[in-house]
């Protein structure tokens, strides 16, 4: 019995140390951490180099233009502007960041992932209609029709989309819960993989004919 006991305490411990080790952006331990290529008196943390805090400046943390509407004349019908590490260098280790979405009438931000974040995006203008669809095996669709100051949330790593259906242009604005979300969008990922995915792969998992397949493949 006691042995038992032991076993127990000693597994909590281990789920508790392995929950804070698979943390996703770590706490920074000092107050700033501006990210920067050149490694000379430099840390480094996150995947950057660190600038000597005493040399941060103003516009280590300013972005500007988030204002400015994209243009959303390809494919798809929309234009993503991020705000993150790449953009803001202030922003490593800080383990949050943000975008702009602008999408055409009928304008479409396809079924994508972020690896590294939860998203929470808020309507600015125009109706969207989206949703995410949860891990196997239920594969739930949780969608909803947002509209002017709505406000959804996309859970780490599950696949969502946000579509315009309104006749004019749409306009959203979304949180990311890390410096570097990532995003996998399915359609480019799968049918548009380098060097390519084999025809036999894909026909078999989405029950398509190779043709289709071929076509796919070539779209992307």
Not at 21 to 42: E, R, S
Not at 120 to 141: A, E
Not at 173 to 201: E, R, Y
């Amino acid at each position: 019995m006691v042995r038992g006991v032991h076993f127990l305490v000693a597994a909590t411990f281990m789920g508790l140390a392995f929950s804070l080790a698979y943390a996703y952006d770590p706490n920074p331990l000092q107050d700033t951490c501006v990210a920067i290529d050149d490694p000379k008196a430099a840390v480094f943390v996150n995947g950057k180099f660190c600038k000597d805090p005493k040399l941060a400046t103003p516009e280590d943390f300013f972005f500007s233009g988030l204002h400015i509407p994209r243009n959303t004349s390809n494919p798809v019908g929309s234009t993503v502007t991020p705000v993150n590490v790449a953009q803001i260098a202030g922003l490593n280790t800080l383990g949050i960041s943000m975008a702009r979405v602008d999408y055409a009438p009928f304008g479409l931000n396809p079924p994508h992932t972020h690896p590294r974040a939860t998203e929470i995006l808020v309507v600015l203008k125009g109706t969207l209609y989206v949703g995410f669809v949860t891990s196997n095996p239920d594969n739930r669709l949780i969608s909803k029709v947002l509209n002017k100051g709505d406000v959804f949330v996309f859970p780490i790593s599950l696949i969502h989309f946000q579509l315009n259906v309104g006749h004019t242009n749409a306009v959203a604005i979304a949180a990311l819960g890390s410096q570097n979300p990532g995003v996998i969008t399915i359609a480019n990922a799968v049918f548009g993989s380098n060097p390519p995915i084999s025809a036999d792969v894909l026909t078999k998992a989405f029950q398509l004919d190779k043709n289709v397949v071929d076509y796919l493949q070539s779209s992307f």
